[in-house]
Each structure stands twice: as structure tokens, then as C-alpha cells.
């Protein structure tokens, strides 16, 4: 039985920030780590999964996420080249400075969020971008000057979504690293046949009552429902890789086509044509 991975991030000597480009796409890496982390990857369309939310990016995403916090690797399942920046913080990368520096409050804030995941959009995004590209032009010092204008700018912008509404789903999964572990990599494997709640309930060796509750505690939703909602995200990136709609439909596990619709426009705002061809006209 797999659980949630924790990854031990090595530093250079003299460094107190980890800059690199990972490439992981053919890896399941549901993981946390002490350090905080500011995601950037450009691609067609991904998956967002970070504690117990999960949605869907599409051309570019940037996540700030908090000590512990548990997520996937952004690039999971990313068919189409892309481009990763990932930065990792020493757990004490400002010191006390940042609790008791005025001129930091709002950095502090930023940090206290980052528990839940933070993703940013619109203009915030589009600039910090520019700046991260351009870090590896220049030495360690300014790197970690632009790094401190980075959080500057993310602690000031208003665009931005927390992803998780609290920390208990946090320390729920930490609690139980295995069974979460399980659980999630199950319905990754199994979303487009039929996830079969007995089966995954047996996996982490619950009743299928027992589990249902347990699910329901730490997600806030039915394992039925958090199967549907991680298919239609899935099929949203299919579409925006051109697929038409029926294969999709079917593709991600869906039995019938009037169902997915209604589901797809429930969950989207838009039925699976519209949203396609919206996706189409703006590439």
C-alpha cells in the first residue's frame, strides 16, 4: 500500500532557497515536505491537486503552498511539452524577521495562506512568471533580492484563490499518510473504468460504511462525487487537446453522454462544446 511521500529537499551549502525545473510526468508523486513551495509550469492543461482540493489548470499555473501541505506534482500526465519552475524555501528563510519586521507584514500574511494553497491568476501571474525565468541569469544574491520582490508582489495582489477552506483536512491527511495515499493513487488508476468503493474500501482495510464516513470527514464530499469531479477535470484536459466530446465522455469513465453534459455543466458552468470551443478560439 503507497502513502503520501516525504520529500527530503537537499540544499546547496550556502543557499537558503532550492531553484530548479523538475520533470515528473510520468510519476504519481503525492508528497509534502516541511519547506514552502512556489510552483510556476506552463502547459496546456493540468491537474491541481493540493491537500484535499483538486481542479484544473489550463497554459499556466502558480500555486504557493504551505509547510506540510500535501500535493501532487503539477506536471502529472502532462502530454504535450512543458516548461516547470519550482522554488523551495528553508523553513526559517526569513528568521524571526518576518514576524516582526513591519515591512514584511503583508509577506507574513502570505505565508500564513500559503497553509491552504494559494494559486494566483491575471496580471500577478503573467509578471511573476517573467521573474522567475529570469532568475537563473543571475547570481545567488540577487536571486534572493528578486525572490523577496516576488513576495512582495504576491503578498500585495488581490488575484488569487486559497484552495483549501481550513487546515483540518491538512492534519486529517498527515494523520493517515497511507490510507490517503492509497486511496488517491486508486482512484487515479481506476477514474475511467468503474472505481469500485468496496474494492478501495477494502484496500485501507475498512467496511465500506466505515469508509464512506471516513471519506466523507476528510473531503467534505462522497467518494462518488470526488471520483466525478476528478473525471470531469480530466476530461476538460482532453478536450482542450482536441478531443471531441463523445470520446471524452467515455474516455474518462462516463456511461452515457447525457449524463456527462449535465454533470460537465453542473460542475463547469458551460456544457463540454461550449467549453471546448471556447478553449479553441482563445489558443
Not at 167 to 173: H, P, Q
Not at 212 to 230: D, G, H, L, M
Request: net charge positive; charged share 25%.
Amino acid at each position: 500500500m503507497n502513502q503520501i511521500q516525504l520529500e527530503r529537499v537537499d540544499f546547496e551549502p550556502g543557499k537558503s532557497f532550492k531553484l530548479f525545473s523538475p520533470r515528473l510526468r510520468n510519476t504519481f508523486l503525492w508528497h509534502y515536505h516541511p519547506e514552502y513551495e512556489l510552483v510556476y509550469v506552463e502547459a496546456d492543461a493540468g491537474i491541481r491537486h493540493v491537500g484535499t482540493h483538486i481542479s484544473g489548470y489550463t497554459q499556466s499555473d502558480l500555486v504557493l503552498i504551505g509547510s506540510n501541505l500535501p500535493h501532487l506534482n503539477f506536471d502529472y500526465r502532462l502530454r504535450n511539452d512543458y516548461h516547470q519552475i519550482v522554488v523551495q524555501l528553508r523553513t526559517n528563510f526569513m528568521g524571526d524577521a518576518i514576524s516582526y519586521a513591519p515591512e514584511l507584514s503583508l509577506v507574513n500574511k502570505l505565508f500564513k495562506n500559503a497553509a491552504y494553497g494559494v494559486a494566483f491568476y491575471g496580471d500577478t501571474r503573467t509578471l511573476v512568471a517573467q521573474k522567475l525565468k529570469q532568475l537563473h541569469d543571475i547570481d545567488n544574491f540577487d536571486q534572493l533580492l528578486e525572490l523577496m520582490n516576488i513576495f512582495q508582489l504576491l503578498a500585495g495582489s488581490n488575484e488569487y484563490t486559497l484552495l483549501n477552506n481550513d487546515e483540518t483536512s491538512k492534519d486529517f491527511i498527515l494523520k493517515d499518510k497511507i490510507r490517503m495515499g492509497a486511496i488517491y493513487e486508486y482512484i487515479d488508476a481506476h477514474y475511467a473504468q468503474k472505481p469500485d468503493v468496496n474494492v478501495v474500501a477494502g484496500k485501507v482495510n475498512l467496511t465500506t460504511a466505515a469508509f464512506c464516513r471516513y471519506f466523507k470527514r476528510q473531503t467534505n464530499i462522497t467518494f462518488t462525487e470526488f471520483v466525478n469531479q476528478y473525471r470531469i477535470e480530466r476530461a476538460k484536459n482532453l478536450l482542450m487537446q482536441d478531443k471531441n466530446v463523445t470520446e471524452t465522455c467515455y474516455a474518462v469513465g462516463f456511461e452515457t453522454l447525457s449524463y456527462f453534459n449535465k454533470l460537465f455543466n453542473k460542475l463547469v458552468g458551460k456544457n463540454p462544446s461550449d467549453f471546448k470551443k471556447q478553449w479553441i478560439t482563445r489558443r
